[in-house]
């Protein structure tokens, strides 16, 4: 399969109940602010998780860039850490998109990731995988193990399904070496229904042949709540 030109950083943050949300954000502000400047940096995208029961990756932040994975430099993260409230987890990966849903399209020119509305929402799987499972093994049977044939066909009309992607990690560093992210543009007002999407997925993936293969998996609902884009 053939990488996007496009790069991509995934960071998913799971938050202490004793962490402030507001404090996080301002650590997230500190290294964006200081990142638009990169030349290869195009855009980056907070999305927050609308499970309100969510103990685990109740935030996380796409970041999308030109050429290479955007990484901030480590003296702006070595201040952010500064910043952001003790016990908060992140997690981040450089990653390429690998795959899409429908493979007559053109990733990088269809699904361009441009600011989107408020009414978007996403189900995001991000999957832990052994190194005995190759690459290729995983990315044969992607649609398969993450549930996104399933939630396809049980996707009704009115949710809004537009795509599925799949991102393979190529940076070094990463606890997550593939995620799936799927877009919808009706279940903006039927937060149950996009849940019961969540629920199949993960028991699709719970009695599917990815555990017999020790692959680990989360996924839940989001949406976008903060975009930065470069500047003009």
């Known amino acids: 399969m053939a990488a996007s030109k496009l790069a991509f950083l995934y960071n998913f943050w799971t938050l202490p109940k004793s962490a402030s949300v507001v404090t996080s954000l301002e650590g997230w502000f500190y290294v964006t602010a200081r990142s638009i400047w990169d030349k290869h940096f195009i855009s980056t995208h907070f999305h927050k998780n609308v499970d309100p029961a969510a103990d685990k990756i109740q935030f996380f932040n796409f970041g999308v860039s ?62 832990q995988v052994p190194d005995g499972v190759t690459g290729d093994e995983f990315e044969a049977n992607w649609r398969e193990w993450s549930g996104v044939g399933v939630m396809e066909t049980e996707a009704s009309p009115e949710t809004g399904y537009a795509y599925s992607a799949l991102y393979k990690r190529v940076s070094p560093f990463g606890d997550f070496r593939y995620v799936t992210r799927s877009e ?49």
């Open 184 to 232: 919808f543009f009706g279940l903006y007002d039927k937060h149950d229904a996009g849940m019961e999407l969540v629920d199949k997925v993960r028991k699709n993936f719970g009695c599917g042949s990815a555990v017999a293969r020790n692959i680990t998996s989360y996924s839940s609902l989001y949406k976008v709540v903060i975009d930065v884009h470069q500047p003009e």
């Open 66 to 127: 030109e050429g290479k994975p955007w990484q901030p430099d480590m003296s702006v993260i070595n201040e952010a850490d500064k910043i952001i409230p003790k016990g908060v987890l992140r997690q981040p990966g450089g990653f390429a998109q690998v795959a899409a849903s429908d493979p007559a399209q053109d990733p990088e020119s269809t699904f361009f990731p441009y600011e989107r509305p408020a009414t978007a929402r996403f189900l995001v799987t991000a999957f």
